[in-house]
């Protein structure tokens, strides 16, 4: 949950007050949030592409989304899809290992990838002038990947120091890790983005090419491009560099698992040796995050309990009860069964049962006692605000619009989810905290601190 | 997850037209695809917002920079003094008090004033940093009048009352108690110690567990006193706001704002003698990876080779295909990053390069960093590896500069050290002005061998001994026995617990 990709915030067009700025009170009136103007495309090899014209900066942002994650790692190598994608970096027929840094970093730019449960993305933002040449490096990477054993060893060496510093060497990186484990019985979400030093050991250089053959063909591939470029030129060069790149004769596999309803709840305990303060994290099933009606009201629970020192978990379990360090609470919408996801960090001196307690009361009052307006309106304009600091840069649309194609099924979410997040209602929370959290199974892991050694923790010895 | 160990936002450059080629027909096959990628257009310019400034008569001073487009404005209240101000048992006073403005001001209470800043859906952020302490804002337009209405009374009329007094300790030694168990966090709290010394930024900034302890009332009101007063702090506002609009806004929150007939406190020395082994290991039984951290001393913000400084670091450390990473990462994959910051601040600077990487690798990283150091002022960098890192340099200065927020931090920067703002728009060409010449020299008198700090956090029993054959004089502590009170980091009744190995 740390490192993974996350859902961008819901967009909002919120009734704001006017920019009379100087004259306070302020006159109420519409502010309205453009809506993205984006134009989409579908090339004859299925390569869907999304673009978004931006003039204010001459710089552009390509991003390569692949319809590939974790829950596609082949069987006992889990973690694969995100060692695969460190090999994207790699060389190709036409480019050496770290030429993107070359056509990137060198030259004023950046780059970057990351690995989810559902989709593998691949981002640059360069000087727009560099759009042509990174056309043409993503499509070599689509179409020419050609890792040698070398590179591929070391690379794997990285993604497990990797493991180590996000799982290992973080306090409560094994807590985060043990969540899709604990709360999945069948679906491949249950095993962990990150995988495992045994699983990433077993891997090998045929398994990198028979996924790349799989799963990286254009249609299962979307192109944003969002910034500084001629529409028609863009059009002119994803032909020319994408078109030619054949679509396989054979279906691209999908996952047919299917989660059951849980039948009770279920408890776990993790432990750690090196996390000063006990936590607990509870979930429950929550439906794909392209079932707007559900999981739109679901993202306003979640910031109604957890956005911002006036949330009800922070108010309650941090200020007033002080029985937590930290609190949160998550709708994490997925292409499959998502997960809503409440935790708290303890406070010295507390235990995890103490958290779990007023962690459960505050969903129950959310989800069955009347919800002030003024409440409702600040989530609502929370929501709407952290969308417009993501709009700010081509990226942040860029990424936005991938969100809306890929995770939440239509590009038009983009836009869409602002009036639906407007419309959101008591009701409504009421209504989807009812039929899947307080009225469906819980698993709850409780996280404990246990001493590396039979020596207690705070009587440790000096020498070893 | 990332491949990278951050996402950097995009750059801010001026508009030009795209040379449009030829149009293409797609092509037919694999055969026809290009073997070198095309080359780029002519490269744009970078274009830089110019800030505005005005001076209100209590002294208060307003920068003001427009960015339209979205309405959006960041709010920052930034005062001139930091963590360097804490007095010597009470490190993280500055912190602590920047954390209990918004806990309670002006017949507000805490949970008040939270819900009221939400509502306009921002949220007040507070903390010091080591020159300065700021207390921010990012909301709407509309709601930007009533968010500096709310910035100015955590400011000016904050409460410190004893029970949110008591809450914050208990919550920063919380904190505390949890980025202390991260290795690399802990290596850069003591390998601040180790450059720093006794000088004022050489304590945690963020307290120990029994400085927090130690803070009564009276040291956060005191504070409050000498720092939170219009004569010395700057209101910072970006983005979709004018200059006359700032300088209204300005006038209505904090043109009341008395200034207070006591004169400013002096600013403390930054470096002092340091007490702390050249090399220090530090035992986390059971750490998942060793935390890897050389730092050295460098000179202050003003320095006239600031800008060599900053090339420096952007070769040695400063990105993803910088040197360490390239070494320690890219060929060996010995860490999922490596990386080096040059922090410049008012009276001192620090050059800190950090890795994680798996507890018996901590050994060879140790040396691959002090060599890259030492290779630096040792071999003239190359004209393409110059040009490559000052692109990536003044690429992510672009990104910095492309949201309010990240404008905001810019301008801070400048006016916190006394720099003339316009320089916000000369970086690019000081950047380009440094030559490999310089960078040879900066390293030579700034990054000698003998300065060298080094922290190694982990399970030190798989690195313990091979550390401590190639540098006998490395001292081995126990993170039980490590007082992070004491200016040499070892408690003098447990000398004992020292095992040198």
Avoid: C
Avoid at chain 1, 235 to 249: N, R, S
Avoid at chain 2, 115 to 137: C, F, K, M
């Amino acid at each position: 949950m740390t490192m993974r990709l996350r859902p961008t915030a819901l967009l909002a067009s919120l009734a704001l007050f006017a920019v009379t700025a100087l004259s306070p009170p302020l006159a109420a009136a519409e502010l309205s949030i453009p809506s993205i103007q984006y134009h989409q495309r579908t090339l004859p090899n299925g390569l869907q592409v999304l673009s978004v014209e931006n003039h204010d900066s001459p710089t552009v942002s390509v991003q390569m989304w692949y319809h590939v994650g974790s829950k596609d790692d082949p069987q006992g190598r889990s973690g694969f899809a995100h060692l695969f994608e460190h090999l994207m970096f790699k060389s190709t027929k036409h480019m050496h290992a770290e030429q993107f840094d070359r056509l990137t970093e060198d030259v004023g730019g950046s780059n970057n990838a990351s690995t989810g449960d559902d989709v593998t993305n691949y981002f640059e933002i360069v000087p727009s002038n560099y759009l042509q040449t990174l056309l043409w490096a993503e499509a070599e990477r689509l179409s020419n990947l050609n890792v040698d054993e070398k590179n591929f060893k070391s690379e794997r060496a990285v993604v497990e120091e990797e493991y180590r510093q996000s799982v290992l060497a973080n306090p409560y990186g094994k807590l985060f890790n043990a969540i899709d484990p604990h709360s999945y019985t069948v679906h491949p979400y249950q095993r962990p983005t990150i995988g495992s030093i045994e699983d990433l050991e077993a891997a090998s250089l045929q398994n990198v090419i028979d996924f790349h053959n799989t799963f990286y063909r254009p249609d299962n591939a979307t192109l944003i491009v969002s910034g500084d470029f001629d529409p028609k030129q863009l059009d002119a060069w994803v032909d020319q560099y994408f078109g030619w790149i054949p679509k396989p004769a054979t279906a691209v596999p999908q996952v047919a698992a299917q989660e059951p309803v849980r039948k009770r709840d279920m408890r776990y305990t993790v432990t750690s040796e090196t996390a000063p303060l006990p936590a607990v994290a509870i979930t429950w099933l929550i439906p794909p995050a392209a079932d707007s009606a559900d999981s739109i009201p679901l993202q306003v629970a979640a910031a109604l309990l957890s956005q911002g020192d006036s949330s009800r978990l922070y108010q309650s379990l941090v200020y007033r009860h002080q029985v937590a360090q930290q609190v949160g609470a998550d709708a994490d919408g997925r292409v499959g069964p998502g997960l809503f996801i409440a935790y708290a960090i303890l406070a010295s001196g507390h235990a995890p049962a103490a958290a779990e307690k007023l962690l459960h009361e505050e969903i129950i009052w959310l989800a069955t006692q009347p919800i002030p307006a003024t409440e409702l309106d600040k989530v609502k304009t929370q929501l709407l605000t952290s969308e417009l600091k993501q709009r700010q840069t081509a990226q942040g649309i860029a990424f936005a619009l991938g969100q809306a194609s890929l995770i939440d099924g239509n590009p038009e979410h983009v836009n869409t989810d602002l009036a639906a997040l407007q419309n959101v209602s008591e009701n409504d929370v009421h209504r989807v905290l009812q039929k899947y959290v307080i009225g469906a199974h819980s698993v709850t892991i409780d996280y404990l601190p246990q001493a590396a050694t039979s020596a207690s923790a705070a009587g440790k010895g000096a020498a070893k | 997850m990332s491949r990278h160990v951050k996402v950097i936002r995009l750059a801010v450059f001026m508009a030009m037209l795209m040379t449009a080629v030829g149009a293409s027909t797609a092509m037919a096959s694999a055969a026809d695809f290009p073997a070198t990628p095309p080359a780029p257009g002519p490269a744009p310019k970078l274009s830089v917002p110019t800030p505005s400034t005005q001076t209100l008569a209590n002294g208060l001073q307003v920068i003001s920079v427009r960015r339209a487009g979205l309405p959006l404005v960041t709010a920052q209240l930034v005062l001139h003094g930091g963590g360097e101000m804490d007095p010597p048992q009470l490190a993280g006073l500055a912190d602590l008090t920047a954390n209990l403005l918004s806990k309670g001001a002006a017949g507000k209470t805490a949970p008040q004033i939270a819900a009221a800043v939400e509502a306009l859906g921002g949220s007040l952020s507070a903390a010091a940093g080591w020159d300065q302490s700021a207390v921010g804002v990012t909301v709407t337009t509309p709601k930007l009048p009533q968010a500096l209405g709310l910035l100015a009374e955590v400011a000016r009329q904050p409460d410190f009352s004893a029970a949110e007094l008591k809450r914050a300790q208990a919550q920063a030694i919380d904190d505390l108690r949890l980025s202390l168990s991260r290795p690399t966090a802990l290596a850069s709290l003591a390998v601040g110690r180790s450059v720093f010394g006794d000088g004022a930024y050489g304590h945690s900034r963020s307290g120990t567990p029994a400085s927090i302890a130690r803070i009564r009332r009276n040291d956060v009101q005191h504070l409050h006193d000498a720092l939170y007063r219009p004569d010395n702090a700057i209101l910072i506002l970006t983005g979709d706001v004018t200059p006359e609009q700032a300088q209204q806004l300005a006038q209505n929150s904090f043109g009341d704002w008395r200034k207070p007939a006591a004169p400013l406190p002096p600013r403390p020395v930054g470096m002092a003698a340091s007490h702390v082994p050249a090399i220090l290991l530090i035992d986390q039984h059971g750490a998942g990876q060793a935390g890897v951290v050389v730092a050295h001393a460098a000179p202050p913000r003003n320095d006239a080779d600031y800008y060599v400084g900053i090339v420096a670091n952007a070769v040695l450390g400063g990105s993803y295909s910088a040197r360490l990473n390239e070494e320690i990462r890219i060929k060996r994959g010995l860490s999922y990053g490596a990386s080096s910051r040059l922090q410049a601040l008012g009276d001192a600077g620090m050059w800190l390069a950090a890795a994680q990487t798996k507890n018996p690798s901590a050994p060879q990283v140790v040396e691959l960093v002090l060599g890259e150091f030492k290779q630096l002022g040792s071999a003239r960098v190359s004209a393409d590896e110059l040009a490559a890192r000052k692109a990536t340099l003044i690429g992510s200065y672009g990104n910095s500069l492309e949201t309010t927020a990240g404008l905001a931090e810019q301008v801070g920067e400048l006016a916190i050290h006394g720099v003339k703002l316009e320089q916000i728009g000369k970086y690019i060409e000081q950047v380009q002005a440094v030559t490999p010449k310089q960078i040879e020299k900066y390293a030579a008198k700034h990054l000698d061998a003998d300065g060298s700090k080094v922290v190694v956090v982990g399970d030190a029993a798989q690195f313990g001994a091979a550390i401590h054959q190639a540098h006998p004089h490395a001292v081995l502590l126990e993170s039980s026995a490590l007082d992070l009170d004491s200016t040499s980091l070892q408690p003098a009744a447990a000398a004992s617990k020292i095992i040198a190995r």
